[in-house]
């Protein structure tokens, strides 16, 4: 299932909302009809999905499994949609197949994929908070939200979604790219990390390009962002530009980093994520006044 080749904008890239809108509505737990409905199953960073042509959600009542660990999402395609997390090792149901999640080309449609990644930073949200972080007390759902409150103190917790920048670094006709070792061979792609305590997103940028390579930059410019469920950062996505310094690899984060020509690019990120984003829609041109 091919995706897009570009994107109109961030806000169209997948593990967004507005990938899926069209097909899911999310609603609180606590609104589950009963009932028969489809299935968000996963396991170990895969989507088990009907082993058709046409991959679909499996459906119909629950699979074998922990039943008190099934979740109600919402309602896809009208339908009511759990989820439900299966343990590694779990044998592959009859009738389905599993879908890497950070497939370079995953095997599902754009909403499928997003609906994975929403399903699972919900479970990795639920699977943390079970407990409250100021007492140690259980905790509860809240009425009509995804919060949940302590049952001892009374204390409301949230979904924790964390910031993180990424930044496309430009000078004149050459872009700063990086590499993590355990990426596939000959892959790189753009500074990124998170915020620190009393940080602005724009300062992130500023910090982390120079903490991870030894160059400084400016005129940082906002582009947008994508929800990247793994397991539940928020990526903001910027483009600044090379003011000075000579690149000096942080090798506790980093395998490599350099300089290239923007017309010798190496093997970069899957177009599903920002950061081919920032790389096909800004990396093209040559920075100005270089």
């Known amino acids: 299932m091919p995706f897009p080749d570009r994107y109109p904008s961030p806000q169209h890239l997948p593990f967004n909302q507005t990938a899926l809108a069209a097909e899911f ?13 489809v299935w968000v199953l996963l396991r170990s960073g895969e989507l088990l999905v009907t082993d058709t042509p046409a991959a679909t959600l ?29 343990p590694a090792e779990s044998a592959l149901p009859a009738g389905l197949r599993s879908e890497n999640l950070l497939a370079a080309e995953p095997g599902l449609s754009l909403a499928l994929l997003s609906l994975a990644g929403t ?10 908070s079970r407990h409250c972080s100021r007492c140690g007390g259980a905790t ?10 302590c049952r001892s103190c009374g204390y409301g917790h949230f979904p924790h979604i964390h910031p993180c920048v990424i930044v496309l670094v430009r000078r004149g006709r050459e872009l700063l790219l990086t590499r993590k070792a355990g990426w596939p061979a000959g892959r790189y792609s753009l500074v990124a990390g998170f915020l620190d305590f009393g940080e602005c997103l724009e300062e992130a940028v500023a910090r982390e390009v120079l903490e991870e390579t030894g160059v400084t930059v400016s005129n940082v410019r906002y582009v947008g962002s994508q929800s990247w469920p793994f ?8 483009v600044a530009d090379y003011v000075a310094g ?8 980093l395998e490599d980093a350099r ?3 923007i017309d010798a690019l190496p093997l970069l990120p899957p177009k599903r994520s920002i950061a081919r984003y920032l790389l096909d829609h800004f990396g093209n041109e040559a920075s100005p006044g270089r």
């Not at 459906?59 to 439900?84: F, K, N, S, T, V």
Request: proline letters at 10%.
């Open 25 to 37: 509505k999310l609603e609180s737990p606590d609104r589950d009809p009963g009932g028969a409905g």
């Open 140 to 149: 509860v759902p809240m009425p009509g939200e995804w919060g949940r409150t």
């Open 231 to 238: 397991p539940s950062q928020l990526m903001a996505g910027f």
């Open 58 to 86: 499996p459906e119909g009542m629950l699979p074998a499994g922990d039943e008190g660990a099934a979740i109600y999402l919402g309602r896809y395609l009208g339908r009511p949609c759990r989820a439900l997390k299966l």
């Open 119 to 128: 399903a699972g930073a919900i479970l990795h949200w639920l699977g943390n």
């Open 259 to 261: 300089w290239f020509s």
């Open 246 to 253: 000579e690149v000096v690899v942080e090798t506790t984060e």
